[in-house]
């Protein structure tokens, strides 16, 4: 156990701390998705790369002078850079913004507009109607920039406030936001004039995924996924360093694996990127194919150190859920979770492919009120590297006892201490 808590501190240190942006499209990513190929190919992996274009994006920061005072706004992910100066415009729901003239001018969103975040254009896992309507809008409305709002008491899956209310590469009107505490002056002042400077920039570049794999590719394959990329500005422990260190603990321990499933360990590059072009990769290589996976794991959110790992299971087989259960009540630290579908899995069950999900117990429960992912709190401090090499017993122990002429590793249960936060 110790020497694999050792392993899980280095993946950790290389991932996190080493590198210091895993950002799709940036080097750090690039470098982080080597290192993951490097270390599977030393555990005797083959290794097959599904490549993709991508931008990297870079602000120094942006400034809205406005009555006299320079007031401190964030460039929204992904966003042109702009220097406009204009009167604003102001609207708080589709019926204004259907209605407002924001042609030439700078346009401010607020209220029921500036509650959550807007889908992508191309995000096509999830894409309500009214996000589609809302984006058509703004894109219609010939606006020189878009100030965002953000409502305090809005719904935003990452821990951050303020959040960004645009975050998609496709949508090339300049915008930057900010708290709406920090924007009475705008609304005091609706027809005054106010200059927008935002330095960001987009960089073309290029990303992969990496999959290793062992087995006879005519026979059904297991999928354990993890997405490798991290929000700009926040380390990824949790989200999801601790995943990737997870495939790589379990590639370690299936080192031998001489089973009749397939193994298929993927280091998905996207899943924080507004475009997933990681995931979409994986979708247009497996066209056709996604009936020959007999289950996906995806892990991403293990390893704080409090609470348990949650398990949860999508349309399982009997055996499979049998088999789950099993394992479950075998190691301490384990649990039967609640059903959550932010995260890689829902590409697989779209496919119709049954799935575990597989995360922190405390993360799930707290989804809408944490603080920690996508924001800098999200650091290896926060990780307990036992809770890391428990999950990567219970996958491999799972799998051998999926397979029926296959007797099981020896896995002992934990300890507590061995546990403990």
């Not at 750090?28 to 994006?57: C, H, M």
């Not at 321990?253 to 499933?261: R, T």
Request: net charge negative.
């Amino acid at each position: 156990m110790e020497k694999l808590n050792k392993t899980v501190e280095t993946h950790l240190q290389e991932l996190c701390v080493n590198i210091t942006n895993r950002c799709v499209g940036s080097q750090g990513n690039i470098l982080a998705v080597k290192y993951f190929e490097s270390q599977l190919q030393k555990l005797g992996w083959p290794t097959k790369r599904q490549e993709f274009e991508a931008f990297d994006w870079h602000t120094e920061g942006a400034t809205l002078e406005a009555a006299g005072q320079a007031i401190e706004v964030m460039p929204s992910p992904y966003s042109l850079g702009c220097d406009v100066y204009g009167s604003i415009a102001i609207a708080s729901t589709l019926e204004e913004l259907e209605s407002i003239n924001a042609k030439g001018r700078i346009l401010v969103i607020r209220g029921s507009l500036a509650k959550e975040q807007l889908m992508p254009k191309g995000f096509v896992f999830y894409n309500p109607d009214h996000h589609k309507k809302t984006v058509s809008l703004l894109e219609d409305s010939d606006a020189k920039a878009i100030i965002c709002l953000v409502s305090k008491s809005g719904f935003h899956e990452g821990g951050e406030y303020p959040f960004p209310i645009i975050e998609d590469g496709d949508f090339n009107i300049p915008s930057v936001f900010m708290p709406e505490e920090d924007g009475e002056e705008l609304m005091n002042n609706p027809g005054q004039k106010v200059r927008l400077i935002s330095k960001a920039k987009r960089t073309p570049s290029r990303g992969f995924n990496v999959i290793g794999t062992k087995g006879d590719e005519a026979n059904k394959r297991i999928v354990i996924t993890a997405h490798i990329d991290s929000k700009k500005g926040s380390p990824g422990a949790i989200d999801n360093a601790t995943g990737i260190t997870t495939l790589l603990l379990i590639a370690q321990l299936l080192e031998a694996y001489e089973g009749e499933y397939v193994i298929e360990i993927v280091a998905l590059n996207g899943e924080d990127y507004y475009s997933v072009p990681g995931q979409m990769a994986y979708i247009e290589h497996n066209r056709g194919r996604f009936g020959a996976i007999a289950l996906n794991i995806n892990i991403d959110g293990a390893g704080i150190n409090t609470g348990k790992t949650s398990l949860t299971g999508f349309n399982l087989p009997p055996a499979f859920e049998k088999v789950t259960k099993e394992v479950v009540h075998s190691f301490q630290g384990l649990t039967e979770g609640k059903p959550w579908v932010q995260g890689d899995h829902s590409i697989f069950l779209q496919f119709g492919v049954p799935a575990i999900a597989i995360s922190s117990e405390w993360l799930i429960d707290n989804l809408e009120s944490q603080d920690i992912t996508h924001t800098p709190k999200d650091n290896i401090e926060i990780v307990d590297p036992g809770r890391l090499v428990e999950l990567a017993k219970a996958t491999s122990l799972f799998i051998h006892k999926l397979e029926p002429n296959t007797p099981p590793p020896r896995s002992p249960r934990p300890s507590p201490s061995s546990l403990a936060p």
